[in-house]
């Protein structure tokens, strides 16, 4: 990535750089709300954080944007002129937009950067969560992206608690008993956008933040269906008690953690509906009975029978005995169901999308921009035709009936 020519990084929203004497930047599509960067030393001061943040060293920058080092600690000093050539070539490098250069993220991006509890751990999985979140607050702001605030529960002490939680939040969505078969729709609708992007291996699993009264969250596509899903609902359950990573949290962080996972168990495999899946298929074999709570509610085979042992329908020994060997897809085939998988990368919010596109076609997003707030999940080519507004069509449409 940060190999790439300058001319192959997408310039967000069509960004329009400016150079005045001072070297203040300004970039059409920025978030009026955020602060904007206006003087050199500010511009400098955000080239030094991303490089830093890349683990580039001022050298290195150099040689990747043809400049030499001293150029390079002039610009982080502010005591010299960024062209917008340049800003473009460090952007590449930097594998950052280049908006970032010249506005502030959220401030809640900023408090999660700067949280030794969650800031820093993965840098793929942080940049791509400060990008979404930026956006977001574009789109919030322009008054393209719909919101309202939710709710806030309680956080949940006990494995009572997150299992009564889980139920709330269940019957907060309207849901059935049953299984969740589309958990990306279902977190929007309690005010959750969730995106998910293939990071890499290395790259943990998932990260939250809260943009205005939305949830942003992004979960790691390259790991498995029932992985992503099982992330999604722990991020859920962040987002339905206001802790997204507080850093003094209620509990210990490791216990807020341990009892936002049980929500998410809970939430995922509700109590009354697994153990209806385990007598159904309990007199074939206690692993098809298994398998069958796996491939029902779309989760991986050890959050299954994990679950199976925290209801007390398995025990410590038998669920040690299923998870020692891996569920097999001759199983999922000897089962007679099929496996669906979810958050397949890239993949966006239907809502989200939908006020995306309604956005282009009302002209008030470019092709650029509308492909990238869509994370890849369509190309220029694919976006919809937009019709030609015509002097004679505009007076049509403004007549008035009698």
Not at 43 to 59: C, F, H, P, V, Y
Not at 178 to 199: K, M, R
Not at 388 to 395: G, P, Q
């Amino acid at each position: 990535m940060s190999g790439r020519s300058a001319a192959a990084v997408p310039r967000r929203g069509g960004t329009r750089l400016l150079q005045s004497q001072d070297s203040a930047m300004m970039c059409d599509n920025r978030t009026m709300g955020q602060a904007v960067i206006r003087t050199q030393a500010d511009l400098g001061r955000r080239i030094a954080q991303a490089r830093e943040d890349s683990g580039k060293t001022q050298s290195e920058l150099a040689d990747l944007v043809g400049l030499d080092r001293t150029a390079v600690v002039r610009l982080e000093a502010g005591n010299r002129k960024v062209s917008a050539t340049e800003l473009v070539a460090i952007a590449s490098a930097l594998e950052r937009p280049i908006d970032w250069f010249v506005a502030e993220s959220p401030p809640a991006v900023i408090s999660r950067r700067q949280s030794s509890a969650v800031g820093g751990l993965s840098r793929r999985l942080d940049l791509a969560l400060e990008n979404a979140a930026r956006d977001i607050a574009f789109l919030i702001e322009q008054g393209i992206l719909p919101h309202q605030g939710h709710a806030l529960n309680s956080a949940p002490q006990s494995f009572e608690d997150a299992e009564i939680l889980a139920r709330s939040v269940r019957t907060e969505a309207r849901l059935p008993e049953g299984p969740i078969h589309d958990l990306q729709v279902v977190c929007e609708q309690l005010g959750l956008l969730a995106f998910s992007l293939a990071l890499g291996p290395d790259s943990g699993d998932a990260a939250y933040v809260e943009v205005s009264d939305l949830g942003v969250a992004v979960v790691n596509g390259t790991t498995d269906s029932g992985r992503r899903r099982f992330s999604l609902a722990h991020e859920l359950g962040h987002h339905v008690v206001g802790d997204a990573f507080e850093p003094e949290p209620r509990l210990g962080a490791s216990e807020t953690e341990r009892m936002l996972n049980v929500f998410a168990a809970h939430f995922l495999m509700p109590r009354s509906a697994v153990q209806n899946t385990w007598d159904e298929f309990r007199s074939g074999s206690a692993r098809l009975a298994a398998t069958a709570v796996a491939v029902r509610f779309r989760v991986s085979w050890s959050a299954a029978c994990n679950q199976l042992r925290d209801l007390g329908i398995i025990d410590g020994r038998e669920r040690g005995l299923l998870v020692e060997d891996d569920l097999r897809k001759g199983e999922v085939l000897e089962l007679g169901e099929r496996w669906v998988p979810e958050l397949e990368p890239p993949s966006v919010p239907p809502g989200y999308a939908q006020a995306v596109v309604n956005a282009y076609r009302a002209r008030r997003l470019t092709r650029v921009r509308t492909v990238e707030l869509l994370h890849g999940t369509v190309n220029e080519s694919e976006l919809p035709a937009i019709e030609e507004t015509t002097l004679e069509r505009l007076r049509r449409e403004l007549e008035v009936e009698p």
